[in-house]
């Protein structure tokens, strides 16, 4: 890859301005990417100015049929041994190591979309269905499963509401520039958020087993 960049550095350096003309088409994006890998500022000003005059002549998104540019040409044979290696081309999950930020940041996403999903499935089906909730509770509860069994499934849609909650209430907190002032702080306040929201989750079922022994013992 540094050896794709340094090449894309040499060419736009040594590029005589006939050429200059015909190598850049490009939009911001592109501007930011050639800082990013050290172009002189110089040459981004030279071709920037040239390329509101060329970009009537082409577009940033190419084809092999149309990469008629030295860099066009190296970038679409670059890409094309990339995936020849079976490589990615864009970059996705599977490329990036596991972080608690980004982690804790996707399941706020997941949780609120699957209970949003369900508040709005459930809310649908018992208005239509001849079936209200209290007695869709009664008749799981007829079927007398051990603690041990609901409480799993009393804990997986506990933890996921509270998790949200609070890492919502972290979010926010974000938004107003409190807690961020270096990685640390982000760290310390996503480990709390999970470890406050496992253990809230846990004294929920505790509660919830011991007082269905309760009403067992005195039935």
């Known amino acids: 890859m540094r050896a794709f960049l340094n090449k894309i550095q040499h060419m736009l350096c040594t590029a005589p301005p006939c050429l200059s003309d015909e190598l850049i088409c490009f939009d911001k994006q592109y501007v930011a990417f050639f800082r990013m890998i050290n172009i002189p500022t110089s040459i981004l000003c030279r071709l920037g100015a040239r390329s509101s005059i060329s970009r009537s002549f082409g577009t940033s998104v190419v084809t092999k049929s149309e990469a008629k540019t030295p860099i066009q040409k190296f970038g679409w044979e670059y890409l094309m041994k990339q995936r020849a ?31 949003a999903g369900t508040l709005l499935v459930g809310g649908i089906g018992f208005a239509v269905l001849p079936l209200d909730f209290t007695t869709f509770i009664e008749y799981i509860r007829g079927w007398n ?3 041990a069994v609901t409480a799993v499934f009393k804990y997986i849609i506990a933890f996921p509401i509270i998790f949200h909650t609070l890492n919502g209430i972290r979010f926010l907190g974000f938004d107003l520039a409190k807690g961020v002032d270096n990685i640390g702080q982000v760290y310390k306040s996503g480990w709390l958020v999970f470890g406050v929201s496992a253990v809230i989750a846990l004294a929920i079922v505790i509660n919830s087993c011991q007082n269905k022994n309760k009403a067992v013992k005195t039935a």
């Open 145 to 147: 499963l051990p603690c």
């Open 85 to 115: 290696k079976s490589r990615p081309i864009a970059p996705h999950l599977t490329i990036y190591q596991p972080q608690l930020t980004w982690m804790l940041s996707g399941f706020h996403r997941i949780s609120g979309c699957v209970m």
